[in-house]
């Protein structure tokens, strides 16, 4: 059985046992045990993310880097997959560009992590398929139209 260096030791932040992040091991100050916390004790899962320049944006994408150890455990170390029983889902919300993309992509992305990806779980809205729209007036309408496409005015 390897040796599991670099888990968190803290009941009260790794109550499952599963939290192990080089980063959180090294750097007591890291606070990514309030997001594995609350993951590991869920049923389902719904990550949110805007599109900026074809991707998801740079938060989403540093937390997703960030639970990376999570897919290591059972793609690179064959352990047991920890997150097989959470349903997933992503909502992607996005101007003018590649967000169903954007949305497949992530899909996939979860997938690989070992999440029950679910379709009912996942959402793509783009204001507009014009990929050179980024006038100031588009992205005003672009709030009003999602307000009213959510039900939200």
């Not at 049923?43 to 639970?67: P, T």
């Not at 993309?101 to 992590?113: A, D, H, S, Y």
């Not at 204001?127 to 999602?146: L, N, R």
């Amino acid at each position: 059985m390897r040796e599991k260096k670099s888990v968190l030791k803290d009941r009260e932040r790794n109550p499952s046992g599963f939290h192990r992040c080089w980063a959180s091991f090294n750097h007591k100050d890291d606070e990514l045990w309030r997001v594995s916390k609350v993951l590991f004790e869920s049923d389902a899962v719904v990550f949110f993310g805007s599109v900026h320049w074809g991707q998801m944006n740079a938060v989403y994408q540093r937390l997703l880097e960030r639970l990376t150890w999570i897919e290591n455990r059972h793609s690179t170390l064959g352990e047991d997959n920890v997150v097989g029983k959470i349903d997933a889902g992503v909502v992607v919300l996005g101007h003018n560009w590649r967000s169903a993309e954007v949305l497949e992509l992530q899909k996939r992305v979860l997938g690989f992590f070992g999440f029950n990806v679910r379709d009912e779980l996942c959402l793509s809205w783009q204001y507009t398929g014009d990929e050179d729209d980024e006038s100031p007036e588009s992205y005003a309408k672009a709030a009003g139209e999602f307000r009213k496409k959510f039900g939200l005015d």
